[in-house]
């Protein structure tokens, strides 16, 4: 059984800085990539970011230079450093970790932002 759990999500003015973490835990192949989507009320759940185990990156286009994603290989943790938050990125934000057929989410935590 794998499990994510989601911590660092709030509430932060326009411009302000967030820190999320996911801690995976149970049966995981040390070759997978882990990351992060978001879905705010009414639209659809959109990748942010992703990072492979090999730590190569993937970002949506509109959080290109403002947030960061890294991770812990021995702690199967993933991070997302989010700088120059905008109301726009208000949403509930999932973790994901993917290998092969399996693919595990997180319960979500709540971001909001601000104007």
């Known amino acids: 059984q794998v499990q994510l759990v989601e911590s660092g999500g709030g509430l932060v003015q326009a411009g302000g800085s967030l820190r999320l973490s996911c801690a995976a835990s149970g049966s995981i192949s040390s070759n997978n990539v882990m990351g992060w989507y978001r879905q705010a009320p009414g639209k659809q759940r959109d990748l942010v970011a992703s990072i492979t185990s090999g730590g190569s990156t993937t970002y949506a286009d509109s959080v290109k230079g403002r947030f960061i994603i890294s991770r812990a290989n021995a702690k199967n943790t993933v991070y997302l450093q989010m700088n120059s938050l905008k109301p726009e990125d208000t949403a509930v934000y999932y973790c994901?970790?993917?290998?092969?057929?399996?693919?595990?989410w997180g319960q979500g935590t709540q971001v909001t932002v601000s104007s």
């Open positions: 994901y970790v993917r290998w092969g057929p399996y693919n595990y």
